[in-house]
């Protein structure tokens, strides 16, 4: 079966790494009611979804390791806090996304607790239990590292067991066993219980496509099915969104019961051509994904970003080149699908691995004593003498933010650039692998968007069915006007072209 069709589609959405983002009480630490203070922020900048970090008791500073599915952090705040936070996003049309992790628990949460007892605990099922001689027999015992988990040896030990348990991503997070109908059926409850109870509009979903090991890789997209219908027999129209970290290739199948999934192959192809100053084909590689994508699901959603909480900050990728930020965020917001910023991206804010150091905390203002400004870290990166803060930015026209905000705005009112389902997207070729080219189609207005990827200016000429498309949209360039009076572009720079005003003989080119 296909994902039930979302009751809505945000246009843009906003991840927000919880313990980093806003501080309500001055204990240094993000909470719910922080993000409350930030919702006119975010709503001002134009966005419609905000898809938290796990908010669950957890041991770790990063929360994806659950001890209580039903449970806030009290880091956090309470239910009471949460369910505030979605009356008030909801008041302003933003929808809220849960990071609903089903890959693993911690190993402090109660059903781990008691299946490491003894083989004989009813909770032993949840889990992945082997011998010795059954993972060597399987040939099991060491795995490739993988662009989401770097561990080798996923199998644990627990003491004085005979058997191992295995954990993917560390051992303090052991995988969860979906063979067992008695999971399933706690799963279900869980899903309930925040669609319905609490309220929430869907789910990031971590690890989507690990939810079986790879000796039973084929069943992780079966998976799903059962997941589907659970949501869409709780609240039709929820949303669901699945970190799938691999090719396009693998990807595509999930869509046949997820609204969406994470275009990493995008990710990394735009960081790459950021630091090259070179197209890849981008656009033929993502017409070529569209149309694998559409055989799983006609309706799907390609959720499109720059990096997010698992990869070094785009920021810093290119070098903290302010041009390059703004050239990344203009391809980002141009491009077909759903985007998602990760949270400071509209700042400029800079990271690099290890990961606590791409989690660092938002810069509201300059005063080193700000009670919204979390320190649970010391950053490295984003400080005030990297990084300009918000309040800074907000009344510089030229600012990283504002870049952002136009953008944003401009991607919500023009029907070319914010359609999601069915991705308008036509090649252009400019003859330059410097220059990024392409066309959205629309019936209203047609755009054309031209990026310059190099260090230097460039000239293109556009495709003769396209030379009425002179109405300046927007532009980087500081010498382009209102009308495109030269083919040139400065570097680092982009342009969006509508047809002249009474040319509507090209309007549905």
Known sequence: MFADKPASIPKVCYEIFVRSFCDSNGDGIGDLNGIISRLDYLADLGIEAIWLTPVHPSPSYHKYDVTDYYAIDPEFG????FRRLLAAAHERDIAIYLDLIVNHTSTLHPWFTEARKSKDNPYRQFYWWMTEDQIDHLGIQERETSDDSQVVYPWHANAGDD??????FYKGMPDL????EALRGEMAKIIRFWLNEVGVDGFRLDAARHIYPAWDKEQSTSFWDFFSKIVGDAKPGAFTVGE???ETEEVAPYFRN???TFHFDLSFALQRMLITGR????VDKLLASFNLFQKYNPLFVNAIMLTNHDQERIGSVVGGITAKMKLAASILLTLPGQPYLYYGEEIGMLGMKPDPY???????TGDLDDPQCTHWITPEFTTLKTVAPLSEQTGNAHSVFNHYKTLIHLRKAEPALSQILAPNLQPMRLGDDQLLGYFRPHVDRSLIVVHN??????EFRLPEDKSLFTEVLFTTDGMQENALLTGRLAPHSTIILAPARHSPAIENQ
């Open 177 to 180: 066993n979906f063979h067992s």
């Open 358 to 364: 791409i989690r660092e905390p938002f810069l509201w």
């Open 279 to 282: 197209d890849e084909q981008i």
């Open 453 to 458: 990827l190099g260090d230097t200016e460039k």
């Open 258 to 260: 997820l609204n969406a």
């Open 163 to 168: 058997e191992k348990y295995y954990g993917l």
């Open 244 to 246: 799938v970290w691999a």
């Open 78 to 81: 309470t239910m009471d806090d």
